[in-house]
């Protein structure tokens, strides 16, 4: 995202965007790749609602709140860009807001990556998650990535 503080992303988590509904789809290399044709839009709140209720010292991952979202609603899959859009949009709007705070820096990426697209990039997330406890491990050497060590041993399930 872009000019983050001229935005306003607590409103934007408040708008439902039609959401939620499920559409069919019909392209082949789609149905493919997700396994299915019934495709969940959760909306904005949704995906905030998910990631608050990540306790402390756990992770969840982008992917573990789409796979939860399509099992409770009955769909194949749950769209993966508005995913990724609707949890920078809960991150921001919880640094706007004074109080009631979301723990968006418990939220990864696939593979317990960092997102760089938090508020504070990948130096906040890390500072944060590490005050929890976590090891953060670096990869790469020009594509330089940030990643929780042995996420999968604090993932958080929403079931």
């Not at 796979?67 to 609707?86: K, L, M, Q, S």
């Not at 317990?112 to 906040?124: D, I, Q, S």
Request: charged letters at 30%.
């Amino acid at each position: 995202m872009a000019n983050e503080n001229k935005k306003d992303f607590n409103a934007m988590l408040k708008d439902s965007k039609d959401m939620p509904k499920i559409v069919e789809i019909t392209d082949e290399k789609s149905i493919e790749k997700y396994g299915g044709r019934k495709m969940y839009f959760a909306p904005p709140r949704d995906y905030d609602a998910a990631m608050r209720r990540v306790p402390m010292g756990m992770v969840i991952t982008v992917g573990e709140i789409r796979e939860h979202f399509a099992a409770e609603n009955n769909a194949d899959f749950t769209d993966p860009i508005t995913a990724g859009i609707f949890c920078s949009i809960a991150a921001w709007a919880s640094f706007q807001r004074e109080n009631d705070k979301t723990p968006y820096w418990r939220t990864l990426k696939a593979n317990g990556e960092l997102n760089p697209k938090y508020p504070g990039g990948v130096e906040e997330q890390k500072m944060l998650l590490e005050a929890e406890g976590h090891t953060i491990i670096k990869k790469g050497r020009t594509n330089i990535r940030y990643y929780v060590k042995e996420y999968e041993k604090f993932l958080y399930r929403l079931d």
